[in-house]
């Protein structure tokens, strides 16, 4: 009896096939609204007609809905998911290069992943092994995206309507340094857009400052942070320094390479 064997011509064939399944489906979570296939082509940089042969696919397997000529994302994607931790299969992925950062800095180091729009889950958190370094526990806490450096990266993302659904009408003060105007906020959050990353000082807690870098999918999407934590006397010196910002952000772009390996196209 004869066997067929895949070549490897064929198997990089079919592998890039699925990754572009995948940036279709996170261009339609992104989304938030259905889309056209010219606008999922130009969204992912993909050829139209290749677009609408993996939009079939997708369709017949229930990963994709379709009513007319928009797409959204499909029931079964859905039903599958819910058995899903996001948590279980990407900690492992990353969990030494946020512990590598926390005893390179010597401050706590978070992971925070976005769910849904509008929150973020911290799912992992590292601290350096130098004793008396570490900052308490911060899993299961939420904070006010306003006073938070994350919850600023999250805020920049979103349009003005979507920050005042999250926001409301008013900015609580937490400390003397809490943003407490929208304007101010604003202009915040432009910076924000401009330099790449997010802090925090004193504004959720005295005496706290927080740095923070996004992370983002392969067809951009904002999908996380990365945070350092700690007291404001040593994080000024360090900013000062030895730049921690700008190393946060690499860190941070490190994160993603390893959530979202370089594909072959």
Same mark, same amino acid.
């Given at each position: 009896?004869?066997?067929?064997?895949?070549?490897?011509?064929?198997?990089?064939?079919?592998?890039?096939?699925?990754?572009?399944?995948?940036?279709?489906?996170?261009?339609?979570?992104?989304?938030?609204?259905?889309?056209?296939?010219?606008?999922?082509?130009?969204?992912? @940089?993909?050829?139209? *007609?290749? #677009?609408?042969?993996?939009?079939?696919? /997708?369709?017949? &397997?229930?990963?994709?809905? +379709?009513?007319?000529?928009?797409?959204?994302?499909?029931?079964?994607?859905?039903?599958?998911?819910?058995?899903?931790?996001?948590?279980?299969?990407?900690?492992?992925?990353?969990?030494?290069?946020?512990?590598?950062?926390?005893?390179?800095?010597?401050?706590?180091?978070?992971?925070?992943?976005?769910?849904?729009?509008?929150?973020?889950?911290?799912?992992?958190?590292?601290?350096?092994?130098?004793?008396?370094?570490?900052?308490?526990?911060?899993?299961?806490?939420?904070?006010?995206?306003?006073?938070?450096?994350?919850?600023?990266?999250?805020?920049?993302?979103?349009?003005?309507?979507?920050?005042?659904?999250?926001?409301?009408?008013?900015? @609580?003060?937490?400390? *003397?340094? #809490?943003?407490?105007?929208?304007?101010? /906020?604003?202009? &915040?959050?432009?910076?924000? +857009?401009?330099?790449?990353?997010?802090?925090?000082?004193?504004?959720?807690?005295?005496?706290?400052?927080?740095?923070?870098?996004?992370?983002?999918?392969?067809?951009?999407?904002?999908?996380?942070?990365?945070?350092?934590?700690?007291?404001?006397?040593?994080?000024?010196?360090?900013?000062?320094?030895?730049?921690?910002?700008?190393?946060?952000?690499?860190?941070?772009?490190?994160?993603?390479?390893?959530?979202?390996?370089?594909?072959?196209?």
């Amino acid at each position: 009896m004869s066997t067929t064997q895949e070549t490897p011509q064929q198997g990089f064939a079919a592998n890039r096939s699925v990754s572009r399944a995948v940036r279709i489906l996170r261009a339609l979570a992104a989304s938030g609204t259905p889309m056209t296939v010219t606008d999922v082509a130009k969204r992912i @940089d993909l050829a139209r *007609a290749t #677009t609408f042969r993996l939009l079939m696919t /997708l369709e017949e &397997e229930g990963l994709v809905d +379709r009513q007319d000529t928009l797409y959204s994302l499909g029931w079964d994607l859905g039903r599958i998911a819910q058995s899903v931790d996001p948590a279980s299969g990407l900690v492992p992925r990353i969990k030494d290069i946020l512990d590598e950062f926390a005893d390179e800095t010597g401050e706590t180091v978070t992971f925070s992943l976005r769910r849904g729009l509008y929150e973020l889950d911290l799912v992992l958190q590292s601290s350096p092994r130098l004793l008396g370094m570490t900052m308490s526990e911060m899993y299961g806490m939420q904070w006010p995206h306003h006073a938070s450096a994350t919850g600023k990266l999250l805020l920049a993302e979103l349009t003005a309507e979507q920050r005042r659904m999250v926001l409301g009408d008013h900015l @609580d003060a937490l400390t *003397a340094k #809490t943003i407490t105007s929208f304007e101010d /906020l604003d202009r &915040e959050l432009k910076k924000v +857009r401009e330099r790449g990353w997010a802090s925090t000082v004193e504004e959720l807690e005295d005496g706290i400052i927080a740095f923070a870098g996004p992370v983002r999918d392969s067809v951009g999407t904002f999908i996380g942070a990365v945070s350092v934590v700690g007291p404001r006397h040593r994080m000024e010196d360090k900013e000062k320094q030895a730049g921690l910002p700008a190393r946060l952000v690499a860190v941070a772009e490190h994160v993603q390479q390893r959530m979202n390996p370089p594909r072959q196209e």
